[in-house]
């Protein structure tokens, strides 16, 4: 049990961090439980990542999840070309094994996006 809740402190510690919670001082009440709310919110959402990776074998914390998926980049580029209209690129960088498993294992599709993503943009006319 102690190792389960020293888990549950690190992990929320970990929450506040990445989603900025503290400190924060508010001034009604209803803006303290939303704040709360949303830091509970963001922990049922970790603990039930983190169920279903352990029911695939997948025991990582949190900061080390976290820090491989994040060897997955996405790139946008944009460019104008000499019509004066303005291209957008979307790639993705390949995967890495450990990314693929907790893919896998939440049975998301590799891609946030899809891996190559191109439109035009019209010029934009100013209003007179």
């Not at 102690?2 to 803006?31: G, V």
């Not at 074998?57 to 820090?67: A, D, K, L």
Request: hydrophobic content about 35%.
């Amino acid at each position: 049990m102690l190792q389960y809740d020293t888990e549950i402190e690190a992990t929320f510690r970990l929450l506040k961090t990445d989603l900025d919670l503290r400190p924060i001082y508010h001034r009604k009440d209803e803006n303290t439980m939303a704040h709360l709310h949303l830091g509970l919110l963001a922990y049922w959402v970790v603990n039930t990542v983190r169920y279903q990776l352990k029911q695939n074998g997948i025991n990582s914390g949190w900061r080390e999840i976290v820090r491989i998926m994040n060897t997955q980049k996405c790139v946008t580029t944009i460019m104008q070309d000499t019509r004066e209209q303005w291209t957008s690129i979307c790639k993705c960088s390949e995967l890495e094994d450990k990314v693929k498993r907790i893919y896998d294992a939440l049975k998301y599709k590799y891609a946030p996006i899809i891996i190559r993503k191109k439109y035009v943009v019209p010029k934009h006319k100013p209003k007179k």
